[in-house]
């Protein structure tokens, strides 16, 4: 077995907040009843290792050991209390009726696999939970030398059994999947009246494996339960497919689109996105020509009504920067950098964008002071080399002492500026001295001479803090990238945030920003699985700075091609989009059958009905600069709350690849560098 228990316990608590906790699970026996039972001990030994993920896992017979938020939120639906005696049919490892054992005086727990019910007979006498009685045989049909129960949890799902009905004490409450067949059931809640009665809610969609009795026989038969062991959710509730009345909904409030980018009527959403102070356009994939060109267009039309004063990307500073110079006629100083030369070079070195910088660059030559013309900045942070090279360049400039200072202390990065997650990894494990404070001194004498260097040129200011500002945060973020992903995420976002405050502080009290990003950057985080597992990210910093003077924009599509690579740092290549996944917001798009469409979320726009039935989590697709359509489910696919995520939704059905642009080298391009900031 790997790890101790200390490990697990450490894991046992994260996984209590990170996937109960922060899902809305309140119920604090719940909550110490899943901190106290070790799911480790109820699977095999091979994937113990997995046993804290956010997933069913498999067990012996093709079953599988419930996701732990799926028996969380049963158990709370079930509001057990300590002197219950509560029935589980469908006991698989045994984990979920632990669990209950904790809260409940007796537990009653039927299976109708002999090797699992020995397996979790096992367990349970190992672990010394006395209260838990197991059977072997069909659950549909009850426990009734033990009836009445106060609480019955079924862990398959099929129709619901006449004898569970009947062996459910008066005030009792019964939780099952009903319905036939994976991904179709709703996890229902009954009720027993006094009188006998049942009363039912409906807590949403879920996943069950079947289940198989004389009763509630299940068409799809066990081998064809498609359970999917180890995909993530598979059991999820609260998650749909899609069902009619939301798409009825939908259909209702799309304001529809033929889905020519170029044609499309955009005044009702730009009166919706306009007058805020972050208007946040996300993609879902960094190869969609659809995307780039619609927020294109939207961000032109919204820059024409002057209600955008500059526009800030996920792309490095100092790349973006050359292409400001450029968009604002600014001769350019420092060394010379062409822009967006290493991979993936296409997310902005793309047709699509050149287009839209073109058109920035005519609309700026109107204006006179270049002060007031509309800029184009990078909020990223992976531009270590060019980045220290732009601030000596900056201070050999403007104060030369300063720059043999910093050329020193810089020094401390140079020999890994080609390789920093070397430095990243030396540096954590202690193997060598960190920069950090060397590389902090020079930020905070550029600061400390704000003044003093402002005076001079504002805008050169500006460049090198947040170029020295990106070494600093660059060095914090390689090292890190070794203390897990959460932490990179969160630093790398919290950059983006900075800098642009930095932006908007630089442009004046009323200034206004459109943010061009993917949408897990843009949406906010904590209405989606990356918020459960920890991470925060620009949008929900954003939303959190600027309330409601932040507008975040989502978009999604569900076939067609994208520009991608199979891995870092290959060739980006022309891939097949995969049609979208079933219990998708982009298969219920799809299943709308319109070509394109926006869709507001905000209250004042949408139906409280429509975001309701949205508001259900399911999944959603995204495609970054790599794209593996083999592993599509686990690679690309997370969970989401849309209304809560965004404020508005842009679905294209069908979309194109981005068309990249030709590197600097081709000769083509070599006589006309006034046409082309992308280098010669
Ligand atoms: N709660 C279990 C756990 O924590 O491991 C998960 C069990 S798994 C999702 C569902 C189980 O229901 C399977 O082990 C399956 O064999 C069992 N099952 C299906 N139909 C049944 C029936 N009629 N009677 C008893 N068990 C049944």
Redesign the pocket.
Known sequence: MRGGPELHERQRSEMVEQQIAARGVRDDRVLEAMRTVPRER?VGEEVQEFAYEDS?LP?E?R????QPYV?AVMVEALQVEPGDRVL??????????A?LSRIADEVFA????RI?VEA?RRSLESLGYGNVRLRH????LGWEEEAPFDAI?V??G?AVPEALKEQLAPGGRMIIPVGEGMGSQDLILFQKEEDQSLTEQNLGAVR?????????DNPGG?AASG?NPGHRSS?FPFRASSAPSALDRLRRQAESFAGDVKEVELSPALDRMAGHTALLLGEASHGTSEFYRIRARITRELIQRGEIDFVAVEADWPDAAVLDRWVRGVEREGPSLAPFQRFPRWMWANQETLEFLRWLRGFNEEIQDPEERVGFFGLDLYSLHSSIEEVLAYLDDVDPDTASLARDRFGCLTPWEKDPQTYGRLASMGRMEACEEKVLEILQQLLEKRLEYERADGLKYLDAVENARLVANAERYYRAIYQGPKVSWNLRDQHMFDTLLALLGHHGPDASAAVWAHNSHLGDASATELGAGGKHNLGQLCRQQFGRGCYSVGMGTHTGTVLAAHDWGDPGEIMEVRPSLEGSYERLCHESEEPAFFLPLREEHSSADLRRELAVERLQRAIGVIYRPSTERTSHYFHAALPRQFDEWIFLDRTQAVEPLLDASDAELKGIPDMYPFGV
């Open positions: 109820f069913a067990i017979a079953q599988t050991i419930s028996v589980e049919v469908g006991a698989g490892s045994g984990y979920a009726a669990v039927i299976e109708r696999h699992l979790a045989g069909d659950g549909t949890l862990s398959a099929g069950f494996v079947p289940l198989i009795g004389t009763v509630a066990e359970d059991q």
